[in-house]
């Protein structure tokens, strides 16, 4: 049978220390490796304010673990996610190739615009230093120039006398 393409998002209680956090992703990898699944890839979100409490919790740890198995295996991920305390949601999605196509389009094109928008930020920063060089510059000319005037009239004032 052909392994589908899976993502399973889930969500530990953001107070989770990070060692913590590590051991539930381990763990869950651990599961899916020795279940011949191939891991493409582990995304971890982060902390996040959920949207409303769950278990009186305000904020989760974001996990996104995206997977190639049998079709037939999601049943016992989904048992052994159920009966996991540390986890507070878990959701896993079946992804086709046109929304794998997709999503890899979307992330090149980001790539690209990202990529754009630190060389502009780059170009900036080098024309502001230019500016600040040429500021510099013409401040030191012009206090040199006001330095020979006031000795001009220094001069000026002494020959009077």
């Known amino acids: 049978m052909a392994n589908k393409h899976y993502e399973t ?19 869950y990898s651990n599961f899916l490796t020795k279940n011949n699944a191939e891991i493409v890839n582990i995304e971890r979100i982060g902390r996040k ?5 769950i278990q009186k919790k305000q904020n ?14 999601i049943a016992e991920l989904d048992r052994i996610m159920r009966i996991d305390e540390n986890l507070m ?12 196509a997709e999503r890899e389009d979307y992330f090149e094109k980001r790539a690209i615009r990202l990529e754009k ?4 930020a780059k ?11 040429a500021n510099i510059q013409k401040t030191v000319a012009s206090s040199q120039n006001s ?15």
């Not at 304010?49 to 409490?53: I, M, S, T």
């Not at 170009?123 to 060089?133: A, G, R, Y």
């Not at 330095?147 to 006398?161: A, G, H, P, W």
């Open 9 to 27: 998002y889930l969500i530990v209680d953001g107070n989770f220390e990070d060692s913590t956090v590590e051991e539930i992703i381990s763990k």
């Open 49 to 53: 304010r959920l949207a409303y409490p």
């Open 60 to 73: 989760g740890y974001y996990i996104c673990i995206e997977f190639k198995v049998a079709a037939s295996f």
């Open 89 to 100: 949601r878990y959701l896993t999605v079946s992804l086709d190739s046109k929304t794998i």
């Open 117 to 120: 928008l630190q060389n502009d």
């Open 123 to 133: 170009i900036l920063e080098q024309n502001e230093n230019n500016n600040e060089d």
């Open 147 to 161: 330095q020979s005037e006031s000795s001009d009239t220094v001069s000026v004032v002494e020959e009077k006398i």
